[in-house]
């Protein structure tokens, strides 16, 4: 069995000791844009449409629907605060895929390919025009992407998927656009990605939702829905004509949907804002975001005032589906990050990470979305994202009114839309699988990528695992 270039490569240890030395535990990007205050539900009400959840998904749902129906009452129930789980523990990126990587839509939806591949850009364009439109204060920049090969045998991935839009690096080439020892290629693709600061993209969905009239209530978490579309709160009921659920990795509140998802929690860490000298040393004068090509793979961008967000490789899921705010302090994990980072960046030996967070990502067995709608019509829902929600939750959220106006539309007559992932096995079965895979994934990365038994298996039969 080989070793990676993370292995071949290991920074000093005192290296890793002094940069995550006074780290803070939690997310910087919610530190760095609270948001507005909301109140809780404490009485009793009716509305046209009830949506549960306040993230992107929830958000986009919301702020749509009163759009389009601005005589509509529209209601946001969020269990928190806005934005406060996945909406503002992500890396940031806004990519154009529905699907999570064309990979993925081939090998799912080959006869629609095409078709998801101008929906997802269409839907990215939508984004930036509701940015531009609403104004929207959340550090949205389009600067396209770019996919590297840290280990050989990745290099003839990347060639491979080069397109009108998706331009092949050498080693020269890639190297020049961001310094890293480790780079031999890269995949340079120019529309289909953008970033935004996550907690000031929730924070400004919100107020756009309360500048268009959507009537938003905090600290109200949605116990179980009644009979027909009635929600119970803690504190007060709604009788909603029509319900949009939108709380993706939190336990559905359909029992159709309980084995649905798994909760695995992501990785992160954020250095201090990088000074002029050490910005040049790495070169990134495009600020694309960046993504190695391994199965645990890592992903970094820059942020507004030059921070570099470094995360993802490990992928940690909890015996029974747990969502615990401890899980999300893990040191083995963020020392394992802190060491790929200088790695990746030994010229910045010496830098400390300013924030280190966690969060759990809505895993599903196909590794994108699905959609449906429950009690005669009058519920719908969408999750199942796996980690590239950002974008792909607002044409979730266009999914979900469609279903729940009952209308025929090219979104909701894709068979991406119509099927279901596979479910997830109970315990003890969930925990082994899910443990076993990670660990054949691992073993890929130091086998020049070749797939065991194991995992080609689980192609077979349409069950994966994403880290």
Same mark, same amino acid.
């Given at each position: 069995?080989? =070793?990676?270039?993370?292995?071949?490569?290991?920074?000093?240890? #005192?290296?890793?000791r002094h940069a995550l030395r006074g780290a803070r535990q939690g997310s910087f990007w919610l530190e760095d844009a609270p948001g507005d205050p909301y109140p809780q539900l404490t009485g009793d009400l009716h509305c046209d449409l009830a949506v549960v959840g306040g993230g992107y998904s929830g958000l986009w749902t919301a702020l749509l629907a009163k759009q389009e129906s601005p005589a509509s009452r529209v209601v946001l129930l969020e269990g928190k605060r806005i934005g406060w789980a996945a909406s503002g523990r992500n890396g940031g990126f806004c990519e154009?895929?529905?699907?999570?990587?064309?990979?993925? !839509?081939?090998? *799912?939806?080959?006869?629609?390919?095409?078709?998801?591949?101008?929906? $997802?850009?269409?839907?990215?364009?939508? @984004?930036e025009l509701a940015v531009g439109e609403l104004a929207l204060d959340a550090?949205?920049?389009?600067?396209?992407?770019?996919?590297?090969?840290?280990?050989?045998?990745?290099?003839?991935?990347?060639? &491979?998927?080069?397109?009108?839009?998706?331009?092949?690096?050498?080693?020269? #080439?890639?190297?020049?656009?961001?310094?890293?020892?480790?780079?031999? #290629?890269?995949?340079?693709?120019?529309?289909? =990605?953008?970033?935004?600061?996550?907690?000031?993209? !929730?924070?400004? /969905?919100? *107020?756009?939702?309360?500048?268009?009239?959507?009537? @938003?209530?905090?600290?109200?978490?949605?116990?179980?829905?009644?009979?027909g579309t009635t929600l119970n709160t803690p504190h007060a009921t709604v009788r909603a004509e029509r319900?949009?659920?939108a709380t993706n990795v939190f336990p559905s509140l359909l029992k159709r949907n309980r084995f649905s998802t798994v909760p695995v929690y992501d990785y992160v860490l954020m250095t201090e804002p990088l000074m002029d000298a050490q910005l040049a040393s790495i070169g990134w004068s495009g600020r694309q975001?960046?993504?190695?090509?391994?199965?645990?793979?890592? %992903? %970094?961008?820059?942020s507004a005032d030059n921070r570099i967000l470094f995360g993802g490789y490990d992928a940690i899921y909890h015996y029974g589906g747990r969502i615990r705010e401890q899980y999300e302090n893990r040191p083995a994990t963020f020392e394992r990050l802190a060491g790929h980072f200088f790695t990746t960046f030994p010229q910045l030996a010496g830098i400390r990470f300013s924030h280190r967070w966690a969060g759990a990502i809505d895993t599903c067995s196909r590794?994108? !979305?699905?959609?449906?709608?429950?009690?005669? $019509? *009058?519920? #719908?829902?969408?999750?199942?994202?796996?980690?590239?929600?950002?974008?792909?939750?607002?044409? $979730?959220?266009?999914?979900?009114?469609?279903?729940?106006?009952?209308? =025929?539309?090219?979104?909701?007559?894709?068979?991406?839309?119509?099927?279901?992932? /596979?479910?997830?096995?109970?315990?003890? !079965?969930?925990? @082994?699988?899910?443990?076993?895979?990670?660990?054949? /994934?691992?073993?890929?990365?130091?086998? &020049?990528?070749k797939r065991n038994l194991f995992l080609k298996t689980l192609d077979a039969v349409g069950l994966g695992f994403d880290s």
């Amino acid at each position: 069995m080989g =070793s990676t270039v993370f292995e071949r490569m290991r920074p000093d240890a #005192a290296v890793v000791r002094h940069a995550l030395r006074g780290a803070r535990q939690g997310s910087f990007w919610l530190e760095d844009a609270p948001g507005d205050p909301y109140p809780q539900l404490t009485g009793d009400l009716h509305c046209d449409l009830a949506v549960v959840g306040g993230g992107y998904s929830g958000l986009w749902t919301a702020l749509l629907a009163k759009q389009e129906s601005p005589a509509s009452r529209v209601v946001l129930l969020e269990g928190k605060r806005i934005g406060w789980a996945a909406s503002g523990r992500n890396g940031g990126f806004c990519e154009a895929s529905l699907t999570h990587g064309e990979e993925n !839509a081939l090998s *799912r939806f080959p006869e629609e390919f095409d078709q998801l591949q101008r929906l $997802g850009m269409r839907n990215l364009d939508e @984004i930036e025009l509701a940015v531009g439109e609403l104004a929207l204060d959340a550090d949205f920049e389009r600067n396209g992407a770019i996919d590297l090969a840290t280990e050989p045998h990745q290099v003839e991935w990347l060639r &491979d998927a080069v397109g009108p839009d998706a331009v092949f690096l050498d080693t020269a #080439a890639v190297r020049a656009e961001v310094h890293s020892p480790t780079y031999l #290629a890269g995949l340079r693709r120019t529309r289909d =990605s953008a970033l935004v600061h996550p907690a000031k993209l !929730a924070r400004a /969905l919100a *107020r756009a939702c309360a500048a268009a009239g959507v009537e @938003i209530f905090e600290n109200t978490p949605v116990t179980s829905i009644g009979d027909g579309t009635t929600l119970n709160t803690p504190h007060a009921t709604v009788r909603a004509e029509r319900t949009a659920l939108a709380t993706n990795v939190f336990p559905s509140l359909l029992k159709r949907n309980r084995f649905s998802t798994v909760p695995v929690y992501d990785y992160v860490l954020m250095t201090e804002p990088l000074m002029d000298a050490q910005l040049a040393s790495i070169g990134w004068s495009g600020r694309q975001g960046l993504g190695d090509s391994a199965n645990q793979f890592h %992903y %970094y961008r820059l942020s507004a005032d030059n921070r570099i967000l470094f995360g993802g490789y490990d992928a940690i899921y909890h015996y029974g589906g747990r969502i615990r705010e401890q899980y999300e302090n893990r040191p083995a994990t963020f020392e394992r990050l802190a060491g790929h980072f200088f790695t990746t960046f030994p010229q910045l030996a010496g830098i400390r990470f300013s924030h280190r967070w966690a969060g759990a990502i809505d895993t599903c067995s196909r590794f994108c !979305a699905f959609f449906g709608s429950a009690r005669g $019509g *009058r519920v #719908a829902y969408a999750t199942g994202y796996t980690g590239l929600g950002v974008a792909a939750t607002h044409f $979730g959220a266009k999914v979900m009114l469609d279903l729940l106006a009952g209308r =025929s539309t090219e979104r909701t007559e894709l068979a991406m839309v119509k099927s279901r992932p /596979l479910p997830f096995p109970p315990e003890p !079965a969930a925990s @082994i699988g899910i443990n076993l895979t990670r660990w054949s /994934l691992d073993r890929a990365d130091h086998a &020049d990528g070749k797939r065991n038994l194991f995992l080609k298996t689980l192609d077979a039969v349409g069950l994966g695992f994403d880290s």
